[in-house]
């Protein structure tokens, strides 16, 4: 998984999986073409060698933007809704006080 950006030019996310030791919602549409599903699922599983506080959600036909409510081309309702429900709860699980 190696993908270009601006602002860090060759860097690979895999290089930086050990690294990441906080809680991790994934929540990807899998039909993004900027992010190919595979690279979500071997993301995930690296991640979960290192890390035990990791969760992904690979939405059946959601494209990139999913959550996207005012783009209606790429907007997913049930998809949306469900990654909602999922960052509530992740965040009042992780950010309590």
């Known amino acids: 998984m ?3 950006y601006k602002d860090a030019p060759g860097v690979d996310a895999f ?3 050990a690294k990441i030791k906080a809680p991790v919602l994934g929540l ?4 993004d ?5 595979a690279d979500v699922k071997q993301f995930e599983i690296e991640l979960k060698k290192t890390n035990p506080d990791v969760e992904f959600v690979l ?3 959601a494209p990139h933007a999913f959550f996207s409510d005012d783009r209606p081309q790429v907007y997913k ?3 949306a809704e469900d990654g909602w429900k999922r960052c509530v709860a992740f965040f009042t699980k992780h950010l309590k006080a």
């Open 77 to 79: 309702k049930e998809a």
């Open 59 to 61: 939405y059946s036909g």
């Open 28 to 31: 990807y549409g899998e039909a």
């Open 33 to 37: 073409t900027g992010i190919p599903a």
């Open 15 to 17: 290089s930086l999986v």
């Open 2 to 4: 190696k993908r270009v």
